[in-house]
């Protein structure tokens, strides 16, 4: 799990994608929307980083339980390109989130993110 955080959240490694995530995976995330896939998920973090090239993800708790995970993590990154319709504004943000996983096989089968992303459209100053 937390080589999913480093190598493909983290350093943006396009095969630590396609290595970890089940070729069926379930995405769902607030900032991005829902996606199924390896290059799903890939094309959403792709977005993400546009809009903040030096997103980083640290994980504060993982809990594991059967074929679930749960992590705790705060998102830090810097407002450099547009997202959600708001131009870049060069602020820093900083936000907390879980997100819940089910591993099958080895690989990541779905993943669901709960993050304050209201809380981050308010850092970047969008009207809310």
Do not use: C, K, W
Not at 66 to 76: E, I, N, P
């Amino acid at each position: 799990m937390l080589r999913f955080y480093e190598e493909a959240l983290n350093a943006g490694r396009d095969d630590a994608f396609t290595e970890l995530l089940a070729p069926d995976v379930a995405y769902d995330n607030p900032a991005t929307g829902v996606t199924r896939g390896p290059a799903g998920v890939l094309a959403a973090i792709r977005g993400l980083r546009a809009a903040f090239p030096d997103l980083r993800y640290t994980v504060e708790e993982l809990l594991v339980d059967g074929d679930r995970v749960a992590a705790r993590f705060t998102l830090r990154g810097t407002h450099h390109g547009p997202f959600r319709g708001r131009a870049a504004t060069g602020r820093s943000v900083e936000v907390g989130g879980s997100t819940h996983y089910r591993v099958a096989g080895g690989q990541l089968t779905e993943v669901r993110v709960f993050a304050d992303f209201l809380g981050l459209l308010r850092q970047i100053g969008a009207e809310i």
